[in-house]
């Protein structure tokens, strides 16, 4: 399957075979975090700003993606201000990139509480510690606060804190990237339009695809 370049007529819908992309990742891509992607977003300048977080959902169905992070943090404050982000993953050995671009909405509370819930209870209480993209004094501060949650908690399970959940990342835009010999990649690109039905959810329209140069 490795640099199998993408078929000849491209699928009308490419969530499928994002889908199996994303699974040969996990499953070959021999490296510690084959589900992470740089996750863009933008400041109220307009100004971009990258990093990168772990894609640990993808909805083939609907086609969202989804990640967790601090509601709070500089990305969060971006999104509430411009819900929009583009991410990358790029798998060297399977020489592979894909770029997704979209809209941003939060995911529903109760499916943040179900992730959180699986959480290893070091992360969480690491959730509660870390004040994301705030300023901190010292590494001896950080190592406080977090002794302080685990205190807090140390009689009870750790519930999820309000203001850290998941982010549900809607596909508008969406390449596949394969590399090919002498820098002749194959490249495809598909778009669609996507209306809101409600906080959560989108109803999507029809993917239009397209080959791009490389
Ligand atoms: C492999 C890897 C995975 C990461 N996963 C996440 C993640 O899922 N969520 C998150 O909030 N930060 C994650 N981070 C940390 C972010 O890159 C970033 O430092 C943090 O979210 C603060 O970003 P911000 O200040 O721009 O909001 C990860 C970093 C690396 C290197």
Redesign the pocket.
């Known amino acids: 399957m490795i640099n199998e370049f993408l078929p000849d007529d491209l699928p009308n819908d490419p969530l499928p075979l994002l889908a199996q992309w994303l699974q040969y990742a996990r499953d070959h891509a021999q490296q510690?975090?084959p589900d992470?992607m740089t996750?863009a977003?933008v400041d109220a300048s307009g100004h971009p700003?990258?990093?990168?977080?772990?894609c640990?959902q993808f909805n083939v169905n609907n086609g969202y993606v989804t990640?967790?992070?601090?509601y709070h943090?500089?990305?969060?404050?971006?999104l509430l201000k411009h819900p929009y982000a583009a991410t990358v993953m790029h798998w060297d050995s399977l020489h592979r990139q894909v770029r997704l671009q979209g809209q941003v909405v939060k995911s529903p509370a109760a499916e943040s509480d179900a992730y959180f819930n699986i959480r290893a209870v070091i992360s969480q209480l690491g959730a509660w510690g870390s004040q994301?993209?705030q300023p901190l004094q010292s590494r001896a501060q950080l190592a406080s606060q977090v002794d302080a949650v685990t205190k807090r908690f140390a009689n009870s399970s750790v519930p999820r804190p309000p203001h850290w959940g998941g982010y549900r990342l809607w596909i508008t835009h969406l390449e596949l990237w394969v590399e090919g010999p002498g820098r002749v990649h194959d490249r495809a690109w598909w778009t669609r339009a996507i209306i809101p039905t409600d906080e959560f959810n989108f109803a999507n329209g029809v993917w239009q695809a397209i080959r791009l140069n490389p």
Not at 67 to 70: A, D, Q, S, V
């Open positions: 510690p975090n992470a996750l977003t700003n990258a990093r990168i977080v772990l640990k990640f967790f992070t601090n943090s500089t990305k969060g404050n971006e994301q993209s």
